[in-house]
Each structure stands twice: as C-alpha cells, then as structure tokens.
C-alpha cells in the first residue's frame, strides 16, 4: 500500500478522489466537473504532493481546503495545499488554527459551482469537528468510521457528544448516501448509511450512557508524537529539517524512538543504536518507503554522523514523503549529547575492517609495483586518494561495500526491532476505538 490515489468515483454530480496513506489516513478532494471547481478534505502533509498533481491532471481549481478537526496523529498538510493553491482554509474556530480564513457555523454551505456541501458541526471526537455533507455522500471525518468510531479519550473529545452527533447528524441520513471517513485501518474505502446502520455495532447502541460506558472503558494508548503534531498542525508550521543532537535526546525520552530510522549498514546497527528505533539501510530507503510512511511524523534520521541521513532525507522527500528531521551528529552526537544507546556484541568494527582493507591493497600495490610491474603502485596511489576523499566528505565507498560482506550481513530485526511493529498502521494511537470494550467483543453489550 502506498500514500496513493485510490480509484476515483462519481457520486451524485460530484467527482471523489480519495487519497489513502499507509498510516490509515484518508484524504480527499471533491470536484464538480462542471464548473472544476474543488475541496479538499483532511490532507495529510505526505498526500499534499500527490493531491497537487491531481488537480493539475484534472484541470480543477481548488476553492477550499478543509481539516474536518485538529489532527493528533498525522500532520496536516492543509496550509501547505492552500498556500500553493490559493484555496481558502476552513476549520471550526475551536480549533483555533493559524490561517484559517473560513469558519464555518453549523448548517453553513460551501459551493463548488452550483453544487453544494453542506458543513455540520459534529464534536465528540474532538469539541471541533467538522462532516461535510453533499447531496450524496457524508464525509464523516473521524466521527463514524466504518465498522466503528472515532475515540474521545484526548483534546477534549467526549463519547456523549459523539453520540449526540452521530444521531443528530449521521444516523437519520438515506441508506445510499456514502460514507466516507477520515481513517480506515484495513484499506477499505467507503461504506453507506445503510450498511453501517446494518453492521456497525456502535450505531445499534441506542443509550448514550451505554454508548458512552463502552466508549470510555478501555482507551487505546495515544498517538505517537502527538504533542509536536498538535502544535504544527495548530501554527502550521514546517516541520524542521534537521534538529540538534540535544533535542533530539529530548525528543526520544519522550518516546519518540518510535519515529527515529536509522539509515547506516547493519553492522553499524549493531555495534551501536537507539532501542526502538527502526533500521532501514540507505540503500533500501526508496524500495521500503512505504514502510517509511507508516512511521509516525515527524520523523527523525539518524546515521554516524548526520550525512547519510541528509541524502536520506532528500531522496526520501524527491518521493513526497514530507515530515523528515535529520539528527543533526547522527547518533556520535546523540551519545555525546547524552542520548542512551544500546551497545551489541564486541566485534571488529567496519571502521577497523576498512583499515586493515585499505593497508593490504597499499602493501598488495607496493609490492607488486616493486616486484612486477610499476603500474601496480597506482593501487596504492587510488587507495591513498580513496581514503582522502573520504575522510573530506565523510562518505566511504570501501566502508559500504565491506558492509553488505557476508560476515557483516545479519536479519535488521535481530539489531533494531522495528519500533512500534504494526502500531503505527494499527488502530491503538490511531483516532478510531474500533470495538466497543471488552476485549475482542466486536459487538457491544446488548447490541
Ligand atoms: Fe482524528
């Protein structure tokens, strides 16, 4: 799965385009074909390059962009669309973020040519959250999910008022209207009303203290990183490229290990890493970018010494995955700053075996320049100049070639578990309580 486009659909006169990411976000931009005019609806910071393209493709033009809430576990990427668009903001004024130019009241309407969208005020979730309405299909955000909702358990959300929304705005809609949410964790794309109303055993709840008991009783853990993601996505700010070794350490006490990669080779890893942090070797960035996606933003690289990480990064936002901080020092700075590490077995470290490498092709040279022929003193000259050029540029050829050397080859999740496994796809830190409590117990009790 990628952070890509899924397939289009008409719904009424509307055209939907829908975006999914790895992490189990869902984006959207909405067009009237008649007029190309669009919105777009929850644009994750990673989907921004992809929605762009999109709209340049289709000829639209992009009126709004609209966060249906405050985003706790992804970035938002609505002012960077916005800004490169010209499209006006629109969020709840609870939300109180930076650059929003549209505050919407319950009931207003926003026009794509004749068509219209009509903006309900929905909190539960979060006290801003915002559904959008078009004569056929719900964009429910993160309040009805399919087969499930959306948890209350942070940033001032409350089950009651889900539950009053839900009913308010969602439960009494036609069966045929199209649900689509703000998350999905299973890769599925839209439901109706109908077959929600059939299947979802949140919506069989009829009590609300009911609905609010089950709701509350077994809040998930919260999402990664969710402070610094509040914080952009409030001011709107960029995510920093590179970030000291100091706060760095600051950042993975916190619990950010989940979203640190570390780029170098595995015999490097092993020597020396952060726990928890993920191991993707440079080499393998571009074929496991997916895998880097799911990483929760904003993440941080990490290398020896801040250089490959860098490449890393650029490489890595030449594909539009955004949110990408290299650890400035890599992790030789993160231990001086006083960062933990964790240490493998003692064993001969690539430096030494790049040592003992180039000496024998110097003495090899030598020799055989002596010996043989005087053309063989180049070896010694090419090696010489190779060791040079890396030492100027912190980048060595020989190093990486020693690396993938069987004796230094291991499987990477022998060295560095992937931090946080299938969490960060999964719904735990997610924005969805997918079952009511009680364990596996997909229904609720008395539905
Ligand atoms: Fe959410």
Same mark, same amino acid.
């Given at each position: ?417 992937? +931090? @946080? &496994? =299938? $969490? *960060? !796809? /999964? %719904? +735990? @830190? &997610? =924005? $969805? *309580? !997918? /079952? %009511? +409590? @009680? &364990? =596996? $117990? *997909? !229904?609720? %009790?008395?539905?």
């Amino acid at each position: 799965m990628t952070t890509t486009k899924d397939r289009s659909s008409r719904v009424g006169a509307l055209e939907v385009h829908p975006f999914a990411h790895p992490q189990g976000c869902r984006s959207y931009l909405v067009g009237d074909p008649e007029s190309r005019q669009a919105l777009a609806i929850d644009p994750h910071l990673d989907s921004v390059g992809e929605l762009g393209a999109t709209l340049q493709r289709l000829g639209w033009s992009l009126r709004y962009v609209v966060d249906t809430h405050t985003h706790a576990d992804h970035p938002s990427g609505a002012a960077k669309l916005a800004g490169r668009f010209s499209a006006t903001r629109v969020a709840h004024p609870a939300g109180d973020h930076q650059g929003v130019k549209r505050h919407p009241a319950d009931g207003d309407v926003l026009h794509l040519g004749d068509q219209t969208i009509t903006v309900y005020h929905a909190p539960g979730h979060t006290p801003d959250h915002l559904v959008l309405l078009t004569p056929d299909a719900l964009f429910s955000g993160d309040t009805l999910l399919i087969g499930a909702v959306a948890r209350t358990d942070f940033l001032g959300g409350d089950a009651g008022q889900l539950f009053d929304s839900i009913h308010r705005v969602i439960a009494g809609l036609r069966d045929e209207i199209v649900l689509y949410p703000g998350h999905d964790y299973q890769g599925r794309t839209s439901s109706t009303i109908g077959h929600e109303k059939a299947t979802n055993p949140w919506l069989r709840i009829e009590d609300r203290e009911e609905f609010h008991r089950a709701l509350t009783a077994n809040p998930p853990r919260r999402p990664a990183n969710m402070d610094d993601l509040l914080r952009l996505n409030r001011e709107g700010t960029d995510i920093a490229t590179s970030i000291s070794a100091a706060a760095a350490v600051d950042r993975v006490r916190q619990g950010g290990a989940v979203s640190v990669f570390d780029v170098r080779t595995a015999v490097e890893v092993a020597e020396e890493h952060i726990a928890g942090a993920r191991h993707v070797p440079l080499e393998e960035i571009v074929a496991r970018a997916d895998e880097i996606r799911a990483i929760p933003a904003p993440r941080l690289i990490l290398c020896r010494s801040g250089k490959r990480a860098e490449m890393a990064r650029q490489k890595l936002e030449s594909l539009g995955i955004a949110g990408l901080t290299v650890m400035e020092g890599g992790i030789l700075g993160f231990a001086a700053a006083g960062g933990k590490t964790e240490k493998g077995k003692p064993q001969m470290s690539l430096e030494r075996q790049v040592r003992i490498a180039a000496g024998g092709l110097v003495v090899v040279g030598a020799a055989l320049g002596w010996l043989v022929h005087p053309v063989f003193f180049g070896l010694s000259a090419f090696v010489g100049a190779g060791l040079m050029f890396a030492g100027i540029t912190d980048t060595c050829a020989m190093g990486l070639l020693i690396a993938k050397m069987p004796w230094n080859r291991r499987p990477a999740a022998a060295v560095a578990p992937a +931090a @946080g &496994g =299938c $969490a *960060a !796809t /999964a %719904p +735990a @830190g &997610g =924005c $969805a *309580a !997918t /079952a %009511p +409590a @009680g &364990g =596996c $117990a *997909a !229904t609720p %009790p008395g539905a």
